[in-house]
């Protein structure tokens, strides 16, 4: 969910690991041809944030991770994956590339995520366009983890150790 640390873990990774972070907030504003910091903000499933613009996104997703792992890298997919479907595009990706998948699944109590949101709707820098609203329907909308899934999750503390 939005503020539950998914940009800050996966920098810390890129940074450890010289891995390429491909963020879902970044990719959604390039293809509207907005600068990464520039405001999106719409109502919730509205303007560049309506559910085929995301679809559009995830599968731009998949297009550049395979550009990565195919020139000989890691990407880090930054992205909230609140639907099992767009988290399958990536596991059969993986598949059809034979490489490993690891989800790293980031979690916050909810009064956290609220504080998290609000403090990130001051910071100029943060590409995230989220507010209240969005967590709020991210929460409505999650598709918890499944089984099959469950088998790829790795603690973040071990690969920061």
């Known amino acids: 969910l939005t503020g539950s640390g998914k940009s800050s873990i996966a920098q810390k990774i890129v940074e450890k ?10 990719e959604r504003k390039r293809m509207f041809q907005l600068a990464a910091t ?9 303007g560049i944030y309506n559910p085929r613009t995301t ?3 995830y599968q731009r997703l998949t297009e550049l991770a395979t550009t990565v792992i195919s020139a000989g890298f890691t990407p880090i997919i ?7 479907k767009h988290r399958k595009l990536f596991q059969e990706l993986a598949e059809q ?3 490993p998948l690891v989800i790293i699944n980031c979690e ?17 820098n943060d590409p995230s366009d989220s ?30 150790e």
Do not use: C
């Open 17 to 26: 690991y010289g891995a390429i972070q491909l963020s879902s907030d970044v």
């Open 38 to 46: 520039e405001s999106g903000k719409a109502a919730v499933n509205k």
């Open 55 to 57: 679809e559009k996104v």
């Open 78 to 84: 930054d992205a909230t994956f609140l639907k099992y």
């Open 97 to 99: 590339l034979q490489v």
């Open 108 to 124: 916050a109590i909810s009064d956290e995520l609220r504080k998290r949101t609000m403090q990130r709707n001051t910071n100029v």
């Open 131 to 160: 507010y209240l609203e969005v967590l709020e329907m991210q929460e409505k909308d999650l598709e918890p983890l499944r089984e099959d899934e469950k088998k790829f999750i790795i603690n973040h503390k071990k690969w920061l």
